[in-house]
């Protein structure tokens, strides 16, 4: 198989410590290539377990754009809040002094930062998501990207005056070749385990539906996103990979993704996109308003239908793509906004779907879009800041990555984000799964939380079990 030639790495990186050296600054090197062999990616991600803690997968719907990041050659990290500008900021400083090649540029190839950002940095963090910093971005050293049925293979280092070049070829071209040994062969799980399940502050969970709701037809507030936890514990160790290969597996139309801090790995299958950019174009989704899959297609039809004629639904869904059509008027020239709601469905459940497209402004960026967007309705409720406030007040649960932005961003300043969601924190031989639903004025508090488990299905399935 053909990876990234040693002379290769070594004419680049050296080249970059000589530049480093002239300019007195620190310089990206990223050097990129078409390998001739099908990669499994998820067997790739496996190869990287020695950089437990440093390893990002992401796959958009229908499996055919996977990015695996193995390893930190940058990362942008806060505690003290999502900082969108500033990542963006050092992202540009990074790629101002670069040497990158090739020159062509691929969607998603070369160098990428990927990673995600809290729901609600301002909320009080928990022992929970200790592993985690408020927002993490990482510039893997390894990266495999597929794309339209290509396989490429990028190495990004930033390098300084004084760098060693001999010592770092030879440690990234050992490690490249380790990554890409049978890396070919598709990934098997094994059997999922036996676990048992735990639910957290059912009750309260439940009453605070309820408040919530008569809060609303009191005219306090129009809607708010409750979420709540559940917690899974095993005698084996959930391991990474097989979940990853379940939800490719059982989840082909959701974002897939897998972000590790420490021992500790945030991992879900999202169907909903926050926002796409590519070139002047951007793409946004709204989904709200949620129903079961039916079991025969007969009954599934019926249930749709009911879906797109439910009032309460409806308006849940109509809140959601007001908000988001104003936010995207505020940094696109044209938004286009279909009249009407159709059906998206995912394995487990269908949802109400309205896609929206604008043309972005010259002087907005993909983070200033996901900055405004974020949290959409269908994540936090209406109107933001008071949906927030409430959140605070009455959630009793610390989302960390949950329902955040998770995705990536390249050095021209296209990339997508997701919305955390169908998600779960595994932690050793446990896990936390959680799901939300949108609180409205007529909102029924056990239907809502049976809601909520129709939403758990997902990652309790690809953990091996069920309710």
């Known amino acids: ?50 950089r437990t803690g440093e390893r990002i997968f992401w796959s958009a719907p229908s499996g055919d754009f996977v990015m695996v990041g193995i390893g930190n050659a940058y990362t942008f990290e806060s505690n003290g809040g999502n900082n969108f500008g500033q990542v963006e900021k050092e992202w540009i400083e990074l790629n101002e002094f670069s040497v990158i090649e090739p020159k062509e540029r691929v969607s ?55 760098t060693n070049v001999d010592e770092i070829v030879e440690s990234l071209s050992k490690e490249q070749k380790d990554l890409c040994k049978d890396a070919h062969i598709p990934y098997e799980a094994s059997f999922g385990k036996e676990f048992i399940i735990e639910e957290v502050s059912k009750d309260e969970w439940i009453s605070s539906v309820d408040t919530v709701a008569s809060q ?83 009954e599934d039809d019926h249930l749709g239908n009911e879906l797109l004629q439910d009032q ?15 936010a995207f008027e505020q940094g696109c020239d044209r938004v286009i906004v279909p009249e009407n709601p159709t059906l998206y469905k995912v394995r487990d459940i269908q949802h109400l779907y309205t896609p929206i497209i604008g043309k972005v402004k010259n002087t907005v960026s993909l983070l200033t879009l996901v900055e405004k967007l974020h949290p959409t309705p269908a994540l936090g409720g209406y109107p933001r800041e008071e949906a927030l406030r409430k959140i605070r007040e009455i959630e009793h649960l610390d989302r960390g990555l949950y329902a955040g932005p998770i995705g990536w961003l390249d050095s021209n300043g296209d990339g997508e984000f997701a919305v955390g969601i169908r998600s779960g924190l595994l932690q050793g031989k446990e896990a936390s799964l959680f799901a939300g639903c949108g609180i409205v004025g007529n909102s029924d508090s056990i239907e809502e939380y049976k809601e909520t488990q129709m939403k758990l299905r997902p990652m309790l399935s690809a953990l091996g079990g069920s309710f």
């Open 1 to 50: 198989m053909v990876t990234i030639q040693q002379s290769t790495i070594h004419k680049k990186i050296a080249y970059g410590v000589e530049q480093a050296k002239s300019v007195s600054h620190s310089i990206l090197v990223s050097t990129s290539t078409k390998v001739d062999l099908i990669i499994d990616p998820v067997t790739f991600y496996e190869r990287g377990k020695n």
């Open 108 to 162: 998603g190839v070369g160098p990428v930062i990927l990673g995600a950002f809290s729901f609600d940095p301002r909320k009080e963090k928990t022992k929970l998501w200790g592993s985690f910093p408020v927002s993490k971005m990482m510039l893997p050293q390894h990266l495999l990207t597929i794309t339209k049925n290509e396989f490429w293979l990028t190495l990004n280092v930033v390098v300084h005056g004084d």
């Open 216 to 298: 609303i037809r009191n005219n306090e507030i129009e809607k708010v996103v409750l979420a709540r936890e559940i917690r899974v514990k095993s005698d084996f160790l959930f391991k990474t990979e097989d979940i990853l290969n379940r939800l490719r597996k059982e989840q082909p139309s959701s974002y897939i993704f897998a972000v590790e801090s420490g021992q500790d790995c945030f991992i879900g299958a999202s169907p909903e996109r926050l926002i796409k950019k590519e070139g002047e174009e951007a793409f946004t989704t709204c989904l709200a308003g949620s129903i079961a899959r039916g079991n025969s297609e007969e």
């Open 312 to 326: 309460k639904n409806l308006h849940e869904h109509e809140v959601v793509v007001r908000a988001i059509r104003s």
